[in-house]
């Protein structure tokens, strides 16, 4: 084979790169020469990634629960790749920000329109017996969804609503106390701590409260404002951010109750969730009011947050 220059020149650049790092190039190119090709099922692991589903009971729609809910924390992993990129850049400007908010909202369109297997992809019957296997476990548990709510907003919108206010100056750690999602995860009758609860908090608290304090300055709402107040167009960051408050804090929400109401309520009690936690007050948008970007809606449709999405699911599951 004839090395022509645009060969050499690649030749020269390897030597090059290898010499800056005291390394032999020829070493590194016996390794090429003797190295299997890269094959599409080792680079994916997806041995490893189709062996990672093992239920706990013999109903065949629980691979379904498993499978879906693993492929969920994957787009969360994703959505905070992006985060950390958007956080961390050093110069961040409103393109790279509102174009890694995009994929983040293609992540959660993806999410969201997908739940549907959730609501109907199962039979009924079939749930309602493999869910008492997973006891005290519940999706409520998935930290990689937390992590994105203190990475898209100031951390004071977390605070469960009645506190918002009084908290406003407090610390990140006198405001933990107080988090939205505490007060969904209590015992129906007593209003105790589950033990649903308990575990989440023993195994993610220092990691929340490490990554709200490393957030304070660089969640998305600090950094809009930055870009805001030192005369960028922000407008189209703005349109983005608005679908994202959308998607994590009414769509979402919705398709998990959606799912709830599907196989959880029944009259005249409703079922209580695998966890024990309070579906019917803790999922619906217009009860939890949790809106990462106040500065960016009216009055009018704060007010009226997720109100017109929970009646017409209603409607739509009851016919």
């Known amino acids: 084979m004839e090395i022509t220059p645009a060969i050499q020149e690649k030749i020269n650049k390897l030597q090059e790169k290898y010499e800056a790092m005291g390394q032999d190039m020829a ?30 009971t013999p109903f065949p729609d629980e691979e379904i629960f498993i499978m879906y809910h693993q492929i969920t924390e994957l787009y969360f992993k994703l959505t905070l790749h992006e985060c950390k990129q958007i956080a961390e850049h050093e110069q961040l400007t409103p393109k790279f920000f509102t174009d890694r908010v995009k994929r983040i909202n293609a992540y959660f369109n993806a999410l969201t329109t997908s739940f549907e297997v959730m609501v ?37 919108q977390l605070v469960d609503k009645s506190k918002r206010e009084e908290l406003a100056n407090a610390t990140i750690d006198e405001k933990f106390e107080y988090i939205y999602w505490k007060f969904g ?13 308990k575990q989440f908090i023993k195994k993610y608290a220092h990691q929340f409260l490490a990554l709200a304090k490393e957030r304070e300055f660089s969640n998305f709402s600090a950094l809009y404002f930055r870009l805001k107040e030192s005369g960028e167009d922000v407008a189209e960051l703005a349109e983005e951010l608005r679908k994202l ?33 309070n579906w019917q007050k803790y999922l619906p948008p217009r009860f939890q009011k949790r809106i990462f970007y106040p500065f960016l809606w009216t009055e009018e449709q ?17 016919k």
């Open 245 to 277: 408050d959308l998607y994590v804090n009414v769509e979402w929400p919705l398709a998990h109750y959606k799912s709830a109401v599907r196989y959880l309520e029944k009259d005249p009690v409703d079922v209580a969730a695998t966890g024990g936690t």
């Open 302 to 318: 704060m007010n009226e947050w997720g109100k017109g999405w929970v009646l017409s699911v209603l409607q739509t599951l009851r």
């Open 27 to 56: 070493s590194y190119l016996d390794g090429l020469l003797y190295a299997d090709f890269l094959t599409y099922w080792d680079y994916i692991h997806l041995d490893t990634l189709l062996s990672l589903q093992s239920p706990k």
């Open 120 to 156: 109907n992809g199962m039979e009924k019957e079939q749930f309602l017996k493999f869910r008492m296997s997973l006891l005290p476990a519940s999706g409520f548990q998935s930290g990689q969804y937390r992590m994105i709510e203190i990475a898209a907003t100031n951390f004071t």
């Open 185 to 197: 995860a209590t015992e129906l009758a007593s209003g105790k701590q589950t033990l649903t609860l």
